[in-house]
């Protein structure tokens, strides 16, 4: 009866562990996204201010098209949808209708 008993709790026990392993592993892919997202943000940002810092609409009035259009092909979206995030999809209408609009004008 109390052998039964011990190997019930190691059996329960050795459940639990199973579970904890299942639970570290879902845990380890978290962070290693997490990782990754960080990198691909990191990333982002230092292409964002390389060519934000050579391409100002501000100081350099008149060309603000084609700064604009500068940051589109570097990788960017300039839609007010998603303005300054990496674009991973290609080509963004919302972008390409805003340069269209904004070449009109
Ligand atoms: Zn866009």
């Not at 100081?59 to 998603?82: P, R, W």
């Not at 290609?90 to 904004?102: P, R």
Request: charged share 30%; net charge negative.
């Amino acid at each position: 009866m109390e052998k039964q008993s011990l190997f019930v709790q190691v059996a329960n026990l050795e459940e639990r562990i199973g579970e904890l392993y299942i639970e570290l592993g879902t845990l380890k892919q978290k962070i290693q996204d997490l990782i990754e997202e960080n990198q691909r943000l990191q990333q982002e940002n230092e292409r964002w201010r390389k060519v934000s810092s050579t391409a100002d609409p501000l100081t350099s009035a008149g060309s603000g098209i084609d700064n604009l259009y500068e940051i589109y092909q570097e990788g960017f979206h300039i839609c007010n949808v998603k303005y300054g995030s990496l674009r991973t999809e290609g080509e963004c209408l919302f972008c390409l209708s805003f340069l269209q609009k904004t070449e009109d004008a």
